[in-house]
């Protein structure tokens, strides 16, 4: 690899850290001033970017994309689609599992109600391992409730 590279993918690197570092400094910051500063218009605007920002709306527009850009013969598109597709996948694939090992689909849920024992899978022993502790913890929680 030149040295120019070398240099670049560093000066990239450097910058990406600073953006990390400036955005977890400033985080308390920005969430006090998202919670003093709310409306209904943009919290319409923020539901409907949860709604349709989720991965169906964007595996259909994958898709109809990839369908323009076969019947248009462009591979580059089609390239861009399958790239898109396989982002997507890749994106629910670890998103899936963030939730699994974190048991919080998204921060309004409560934890109660994705711990309750009757919804996990118990189909291998990892999962009966996991259900029997999370019971534990739930009788735990509901005894510090009484």
């Known amino acids: 690899m030149k040295r120019s590279a070398v240099f670049y993918w560093l000066i990239g690197i450097v910058i990406a850290a600073i953006v990390i570092i400036t955005a977890f400094h400033f985080d308390d910051a920005m969430r006090d001033f998202i919670a003093q500063h709310q409306n209904p218009t943009m919290r ?3 539901r409907n970017v949860s709604l349709y920002g989720d991965w ?3 595996l259909v527009l994958g ?4 369908g323009i850009a076969w019947r248009r013969h462009s591979e580059r598109w089609m390239r861009i689609s399958l790239a898109m597709l396989i982002a997507l996948s890749l994106a629910g694939v670890v998103g899936r599992g963030i ?32 259900s029997g502790l999370f019971r534990k913890k739930i009788k735990e929680h509901e005894q510090e409730k009484e």
Not at 63 to 66: K, S
């Open 44 to 46: 319409n605007f923020m």
């Open 99 to 130: 939730q699994i090992a974190t048991a919080r689909a998204r921060p309004s849920v409560k934890v109660e109600q994705v711990l309750h024992p009757s919804r996990l899978p118990v189909n291998d022993r990892c999962s009966q391992i996991t």
């Open 56 to 58: 169906p709306s964007h």
């Open 63 to 66: 898709l109809l994309l990839l």
